[in-house]
């Protein structure tokens, strides 16, 4: 059965996104925002040539899904998901729009990623490897890849216009932020992974680490004006592994851009433009991880 054909760009009324991120076009709506999550898709820092289809409905539904489940712990920026709640501009666009778009309250953004870790990886085991410790917290020796940490930790990053983001320490974050800040959003981070992580594994998915971001509305008081954005607990966002196939001291299998990934490594692709387009057995594997993550988390149908 033919995919359907991927959503790469966006243009509503002749009117090109006022922010276009990797994933996301992002357009200005009366005080409020219109945030798109098209079928782009990135590896090693570059959006390749292909879309995965449907990749943007289940980064939206998904991100639906666990702000509903947070919602009690911390306020989020989502509106509506109801495109005919949306401005009449785009209204317009409903066919293009459904099941891919978040009306979503402007905030002023909090210039850090706030990154948990419960298990060894990426980035975090690379540091490890050097140092014994992953953004200045040591951490026991003599652990390996993917091994679970005997507890999570938390572990900023500085958010970057292009290119990797930087790992910093929470004195560093407190340094660009606020300490009173970063010590809410460290709390904030932690219990929404723990509950994320608590519910993922009775679906038979463990959530080895994830981002979060977060903004601030009102004063930007640390207590009362902090709000979660963006997306939530996402395959794009997230390290997703099945329960099932985990065996710690080597890398994992996951329900992300693993199968992306193994392919610009067997081409050989040197990480540098021209991106290259991806096979169509690759794109519909990649869409059957990120469909299946979402059924599986979620209990539902994509839309």
Request: aromatic share 8%; charged share 30%; with cysteine.
């Amino acid at each position: 059965m033919p995919l359907d054909a991927p959503l790469i760009d966006t243009c509503l009324d002749g009117r090109a996104p006022d922010v276009k991120g990797k994933v996301r076009d992002i357009y200005d709506a009366n005080g409020d925002l219109v945030m798109v999550a098209t079928d782009r898709i990135s590896a090693f820092d570059y959006v390749l040539g292909s879309g995965i289809p449907d990749k943007g409905k289940v980064l939206t539904q998904l991100s639906g899904f666990w702000f509903e489940r947070m919602g009690d712990l911390v306020p989020h920026h989502l509106v509506s998901m109801d495109v005919d709640a949306f401005p009449e501009a785009a209204k317009k666009h409903a066919d293009i729009l459904r099941g891919r778009t978040m009306l979503v309250r402007k905030t002023d953004p909090v210039p850090i990623e706030c990154v948990a870790r419960g298990y060894l990886s990426g980035s975090g085991w690379k540091e490890y490897q050097k140092s014994g410790s992953v953004c200045g917290i040591k951490l026991p020796s003599g652990l390996r890849e993917s091994d679970r940490l005997p507890q999570p930790i938390f572990t900023p990053a500085t958010k970057a216009e292009s290119g990797h983001d930087e790992n910093i320490s929470e004195e560093e974050a407190a340094k660009l932020v606020g300490a009173p800040l970063v010590k809410r959003l460290k709390a904030l981070t932690l219990e929404i992974y723990r509950r994320g992580v608590e519910h993922a594994l009775t679906k038979g998915i463990i959530i080895a680490d994830t981002k979060f971001e977060f903004g601030l509305v009102g004063s930007g008081n640390p207590d009362t004006d902090v709000v979660l954005i963006d997306e939530v607990l996402t395959p794009d966002s997230s390290r997703f592994w099945p329960q099932d196939q985990y065996k710690p001291g080597q890398g994992q299998p996951s329900f992300d851009k693993q199968y992306v990934r193994d392919y610009l490594e067997e081409i050989r692709w040197n990480k540098q433009p021209p991106v290259p387009s991806l096979p169509d057995d690759v794109v519909r594997r990649t869409r059957e991880k990120y469909v299946e993550a979402f059924t599986l988390l979620s209990g539902r149908g994509l839309k």
